[in-house]
């Protein structure tokens, strides 16, 4: 979602945010602005409604410098974009803001604000924070005390960072709900709403928790906590690398991180399994607790996470675990009945998916076992507030559309799965087995990957549809849910997904000659049920776009079929996966619309 950059150096900072800023161009955006602190003591400020180099190009324009600034990319929430909605947001030339988040009182603090004199020139929820602030400055010049005082009056998340023209020493940070970084430099400082921001300046961060505001200056850095005490955060060094976001050869960002699945499928097995045995001390001390008393489990995610949790609960059951999945956004709204000994456990990409951490918050009041978090970032709030967390190692996503992601939390919630088992009954020669299969893996996602091209002329066939349908039953029914996702994400197709067996309770309603029908074909106990569903398309016009496994005999007419070799049961889910996320690669492509970052989404979902 949103991004924030903010500096304050003995250097010229503008190209420090412009940079941080086209970092953060994955999580998704509408319009971009900048604020510095020049010379003369003015603050000056640029916004442009579009992508980052349309404000670049409107900065060239001009001879902005200062070594004090803030910036921020926004995803419209309160008001359209536009660039009197875009950040910061000023009051007259007193003060700047920027923020990530939703401020649930702002029509309240509006209403005040505006009988007290101030003009509002948005409809963000934003611009309340920045007069609230105007208005303690005239009680409390300094900056640090009026930023307590005006975030003691917001309710809802919120990541700030202010700066006046009146202080070239000091940027004023907190956080409610919103993630919030500092990088530490030499005599230089920085802070962004992620740790891939800064990683061209610094890879030394301090991770500001709930409640915290902080006092940036060059040379120092002060924290209070929400009780307004001065508390020590700890500087943590990044082991990612500043150059992990370039494209290389592929002409987009989502098409690099497709083919980077074998290598990041491997990444997140090494060390967890070896000569046929599941590592499972790999896992971290405080698991064995987690797991050895764990008798049902609570899979709490989102969008493409909640996929993955929904494909879980099939190997877990088929080990005689109970699980129940869930959408994060609908379970923090009900009443839950927990029972004895079951693990929560979310799944998230970012680890700063708001649904999710609220989900967790009230987990912990509702009698869990125990939290444990699937996740990609190990320094994100999810993995900081659960008790254990099995990081997926796909390194950073830039594509707003989840693939890789998607895949190693598959893979680790696949060695989740395995060690839960083997605490009810599998025996070591099923473990061993799965163990090899998953072995495997990374190389049969390679042979998957080999299919580009014949994906490339299937997707043709979707050039002028406006809707698909995707089927699959047993744990591809979730896999034709990410694959429908893929596609209406990407290419702005009208995709759904539905078990192979519910088509005649409603959705053969809608096919016909229109109608492109995609399916996974596995060599498993239901392909004969799949393949008589099938039959119902076919008898009504339906065009079939099939992907299946090479011993499946298909008696079918007017159908396009690619097949896959040598696929394990257990891990078949992961590998179908690949081919339709190449599809909704190619059929974007050939629509013309914006792979890496399709219109209204965001990469991390950061508010309600």
């Known amino acids: 979602m949103c991004g924030i950059v903010g500096a304050i150096a003995q250097r010229e900072v503008m190209p420090i945010l412009m940079e941080g800023l086209r970092r953060l161009e994955y999580r998704g955006y509408d319009s ?116 307590r005082a005006t975030t003691a009056r917001l309710v809802g998340a919120y990541a700030l960072a202010v700066v006046t023209p009146d202080d070239p020493d000091r940027l004023v940070v907190a956080r409610v709900g919103s993630p919030l970084v500092v990088g530490v430099g030499d005599k230089e400082n920085f802070i962004a709403s992620d740790v891939f921001a800064l990683l061209p300046v610094t890879q030394r961060f301090m991770f500001l928790e709930e409640g915290d505001v902080a006092e940036i200056r060059r040379d120092r850095i002060r924290v209070f906590d929400e009780q307004g005490e001065q508390v020590e955060r700890p500087v943590r060094a990044s082991q990612l690398a500043a150059t992990t976001a370039d494209k290389g050869p592929y002409n987009h960002y989502m098409l690099k991180e497709i083919h980077e699945q074998p290598s990041v499928i491997a990444e997140t097995l090494e060390g967890r399994i070896h000569r046929g045995r599941l590592l499972e001390e790999s896992f971290g001390h405080e698991a064995k607790r987690l797991l050895d008393e764990t008798r049902a489990v609570h899979i709490i995610a989102c969008g493409t996470s909640y996929h993955a ?157 406006q809707h698909a349908l995707f089927l699959g039953r047993g744990p591809f029914y979730p896999i034709a849910l990410e694959g429908a996702l893929k596609l209406k994400e990407i290419s702005y197709i009208h995709a759904e997904a539905y078990p192979a067996g519910e088509l005649k309770h409603g959705p053969l309603a809608l096919v016909d000659a229109e109608m492109p029908v995609v399916c996974a074909l596995p060599d498993d106990p239901l392909l004969e049920k799949v393949l008589s569903n099938l039959q119902e398309v076919r008898a009504r016009e339906g065009e079939l776009f099939l992907f299946s496994d090479k011993n499946v005999k298909i008696d079918l007419d007017n159908y396009q079929n690619l097949t896959l070799d040598d696929i394990y049961p257990s891990t078949a889910p992961i590998v179908y996966t690949i081919p339709l996320q190449l599809l909704a690669y190619h059929v974007a492509v050939l629509r013309g619309t914006d792979v890496d970052q399709p219109r209204n989404l965001a990469k991390s979902v950061t508010v309600e």
Not at 126 to 141: D, G, M, Q, R, Y
Not at 363 to 391: F, H, I, K, Q, W
Request: charged share 25%; net charge negative.
């Open 32 to 147: 971009a602005g900048i604020a510095i602190r020049d010379a003369s003591a003015h603050l000056q400020r640029i916004r442009s409604v579009g992508k980052v180099a349309s404000l670049q190009e409107l900065l060239d324009k001009t001879e902005i410098s200062g070594d004090l600034g803030i910036a921020h990319t926004r995803w419209a929430t309160h008001g359209m974009p536009a660039e009197r909605n875009a950040h910061p947001h000023m009051s007259g030339e007193q003060v700047a803001v920027v923020h990530n988040g939703i401020i649930e009182n702002h029509r309240e603090l509006r209403e005040q604000l505006t009988a007290a004199g101030y003009r509002f020139s948005s409809e963000t929820d934003t611009e309340v924070i920045v007069h609230l602030l105007a208005s303690e400055l005239k009680n409390t010049p300094d900056l640090l005390q009026a930023v």
């Open 309 to 465: 949790g929904l494909v879980c609960r099939y190997w877990l059951e088929e080990s005689g675990i109970p699980c129940s999945v869930e959408v994060a956004s609908e379970y923090r709204y009900r009443k839950v009945v927990v029972l004895p000994g079951t693990l929560f456990i979310t799944i998230s990409q970012s680890g700063e998916t708001a649904d999710s951490l609220a989900a967790l918050r009230k987990a912990r009041e509702a009698g869990y076992l125990g939290s444990l978090t699937v996740c990609n970032v190990p320094e994100s709030s999810l993995v900081r507030e659960s008790d254990v967390a099995l990081m997926t190692r796909a390194g950073p996503e830039i594509g707003v559309a989840s693939t890789k992601a998607f895949t190693t939390q598959l893979v680790a919630l696949r060695l989740l799965t395995l060690a839960l088992a083997r605490r009810n009954g599998q025996t070591p020669e099923q473990q061993k087995r799965y163990v090899d299969e998953l072995h495997a893996l990374p190389r049969q996602v390679e042979v998957a990957l080999e299919m580009s091209d014949d994906i490339r002329a299937m997707a043709q066939a979707f050039g002028e549809k």
